[in-house]
């Protein structure tokens, strides 16, 4: 039986979970309103829909007796991490319990030789980092926000990196899961590479928690690179940047981050962090290597972005330098909010092949400016992926239809480009509608048939990715 479209389980069974559950975990359960709402927080306009109580394990096994009780009561479980993600995929829409996994926050083994470890998912990527700083390892995914890794996983989590280290759909070897009938599946062995079955790794990284409860992550880690050369290329227009992005990949040429930013969001980026950047399209360029060979890389970089421009080319040589130029670019979420004060931010992206990048971004500035919308665009433009931070005036109805009008434009355009309805910020609610027009119902089904297969009651973050 699955759960009903318009409520929740009955109440005997919610109130008998919550006793049992507060008696157990005592200090690390809570009704309280204010933690609820936290844990149904959204960063973006999803409106909030709060669990009954949120649980905090400190263990798998603990992770077990939750799902178990749960499972045996017909209750749903929402697993949360930090609650960065921006497509509501941690509401509760029919209540239930919040299974809150930052506790679970440990390096469990390192094994350098082999370049892999195995975390817990409530650690973040920025703690796994500074844990493994003396190793000479680091983990590349970096989407800005100090995400949980359990949640990178849950997402298929990107980032500026990814266009050298790949997404988290690369960087994942192996999942210990909780499954929504309490067993504990683990998806695959340390070995790099295996033949052995389905690969059940990459089903679990994205299915954004609505499979399973990721309790144990294995992860690809990277050498430190022993140079790195970061600098900024100003160019006359956001088309220019992107078919210098483009050249750039094309040509081969190893790139480990390369983001452009538009006139607007510069702007913002200086209110905000207090930068002097030069107000115009903008690219920020990483190379991860030797001395030698970063150099080399730099030089030619600069001969193609001349080729489109761009110019001059700005190397920031100091690390503390680079680290104040790349969290500007991290914080151009918070930098947007200067732009209009009193206003809620839309975040949103989408992807497409990179060679639509240039004719995808400028046909959405002239949409922008033709719907007279406040919209800097951000983007890993590596991989033809860029976001919008849209600023909406959220007490006038005119303008939500506006905004709302616009972005279901941005995703039909992506999508006649052969695009993504999103790169990288998941499906969770707000996108579900439009995995019908990017996927033909074949391929729909299929998704079904596997929630079904794993979560037959609708249990396990019911109400996002895909309607069963």
């Given at each position: 039986m699955s759960l009903p479209l318009s409520g929740k389980p009955a109440d005997s069974d919610l109130s008998f979970v919550i006793a049992a559950l507060t008696a157990r975990f005592e200090q690390r359960a809570s009704t309280v309103p204010g933690i609820r709402q936290t844990h149904a927080n959204s960063l973006t306009w999803v409106a909030p829909q709060l669990p009954d109580i949120v649980i905090f394990p400190d263990t798998t096994e603990e992770i077990v007796e939750i799902v178990k009780l749960c499972a045996a009561h017909r209750v749903p479980m929402i697993p949360f991490g930090t609650g960065t993600s921006f497509e509501g995929h941690v509401n509760a829409p029919w209540g239930g319990v919040c299974i809150d996994t930052s506790r679970m926050n440990?390096?469990?083994?390192?094994?350098?030789?082999?370049?892999?470890?195995?975390?817990?998912?409530?650690?973040?990527?920025?703690?796994?980092?500074?844990?493994?700083?003396?190793?000479?390892?680091?983990?590349?995914i970096d989407p800005g926000a100090d995400a949980s890794l359990g949640g990178m996983v849950s997402t298929r989590a990107s980032g500026t990196n990814a266009v050298r280290y790949g997404t988290m759909k690369d960087n994942v070897i192996s999942l210990q899961v909780v499954l929504p009938n309490g067993e504990v599946m683990t998806t695959a062995r340390r070995a790099k590479k295996s033949s052995a079955g389905y690969d059940l790794t990459r089903l679990m990284v994205g299915a954004e928690g609505t499979l399973g409860i990721i309790s144990e992550i294995t992860l690809r880690l990277a050498g430190i690179p022993e140079a790195i050369s970061a600098g900024i290329c100003p160019f006359p227009s956001v088309?220019?940047?992107?078919?210098?992005?483009?050249?750039?990949?094309?040509?081969?040429?190893?790139?480990?981050?390369?983001?452009?930013?538009?006139?607007?969001?510069?702007?913002?980026?200086?209110?905000?962090?207090?930068?002097?950047?030069?107000?115009?399209?903008?690219?920020?360029v990483e190379f991860h290597g030797t001395e030698h060979g970063v150099k080399e890389q730099a030089e030619r970089f600069g001969d193609i972005a001349s080729e489109f421009g761009g110019g001059p080319f700005e190397w920031a040589t100091k690390p503390e330098d680079r680290s104040r130029l790349w969290q500007a670019r991290h914080d151009a979420y918070w930098s947007a909010l200067a732009l209009r004060p009193g206003c809620k931010v839309i975040a949103t992206d989408v992807c497409v092949p990179i060679s639509r990048l240039a004719e995808c971004v400028v046909a959405t500035q002239d949409d922008i400016k033709a719907s007279g919308l406040v919209a800097p665009i951000v983007g890993h433009v590596g991989d033809g992926n860029f976001h919008l931070t849209l600023l909406c005036k959220m007490d006038d109805s005119s303008e939500i239809e506006t905004c709302r009008a616009f972005l279901h434009r941005l995703v039909e355009r992506s999508l006649a480009m052969e695009g993504t309805c999103t790169g990288e910020h998941g499906v969770g609610q707000e996108k579900m509608k439009y995995l019908l027009k990017e996927h033909p119902p074949a391929t729909l089904d299929a998704m079904r048939a596997i929630k079904r297969a794993f979560d037959p009651l609708n249990l396990m973050n019911p109400g996002k990715v895909v309607a069963v």
């Open positions: 440990r390096l469990l083994a390192v094994h350098a030789e082999d370049l892999d470890c195995v975390i817990q998912p409530g650690m973040t990527r920025k703690a796994l980092n500074e844990q493994l700083r003396d190793t000479g390892l680091f983990f590349p088309e220019a940047a992107c078919d210098a992005t483009i050249a750039t990949i094309q040509s081969g040429l190893p790139v480990a981050r390369i983001e452009l930013a538009d006139q607007l969001q510069v702007k913002a980026f200086n209110l905000y962090s207090n930068l002097t950047l030069p107000e115009t399209p903008m690219l920020f």
